[in-house]
């Protein structure tokens, strides 16, 4: 079992920065991948970046050059620091961790951008 708790979001104007963070514990020895997924209401729930098996991170192409993840083993978090912040950018993320074919969902945070 993994637990993850997410914190950061919030509200703010386009061009504007924030940085998501997602805390994890439990059996995070087994983690082989982790990732950061988006949901705009009305919308399904994107993939937005993720990095597998020790890999580079990948990201959607709407956000390539704005957002960045990136891990602190250490402190067993992973982040999204989301750089010039688009309206489209607004919606509930959520950041998941895999074990093999299993994956573990963070609580999710709203991030609104305002035009």
């Known amino acids: 079992q993994v637990q993850l708790v997410q914190s950061g979001g919030g509200l703010v104007q386009a061009g504007g920065s924030l940085r998501l963070s997602c805390a994890a514990s439990?059996?995070?020895?087994?983690?082989?991948?982790m990732a950061w997924y988006r949901q705009a209401p009305g919308k399904q729930r994107e993939l937005v970046a993720q990095?597998?098996?020790?890999?580079?991170?990948d990201y959607l192409d709407s956000v390539k050059g704005r957002f960045t993840m990136s891990g602190d083993n250490a402190k067993n978090t992973v982040y999204l620091q989301m750089n010039s912040l688009k309206p489209e950018d607004t919606g509930v993320y959520y950041c998941k961790f895999f074990t093999g074919p299993i994956g573990y969902w963070g609580q999710g945070t709203q991030v609104t951008v305002s035009s």
């Open positions: 439990g059996s995070i020895s087994s983690t082989n991948g």
């Open positions: 990095i597998m098996n020790g890999g580079s991170p």
